[in-house]
């Protein structure tokens, strides 16, 4: 499973951040992927792409 932020979207609210350490990290004012999502992440990380107030994030 992969997520993917679109970075031109993100307005930097960090939610995903501490929702999902495992898998996404700031760089500056935007979030990115910095893993490819394990297993063990995967709830946390769809509640991340769920929880997205500007729904930026994509799970593939």
Known sequence: ???IVDASACT???LC??????VFEMDGNVAKVKAEVPASAAATC???ADS???SCIVIA
Request: negative net charge.
């Open 1 to 3: 499973m992969k997520a």
């Open 46 to 48: 769809k509640e991340a």
């Open 52 to 54: 997205c107030p500007v």
């Open 12 to 14: 930097g609210c960090e």
């Open 17 to 22: 951040v501490s929702l999902c350490p495992e």
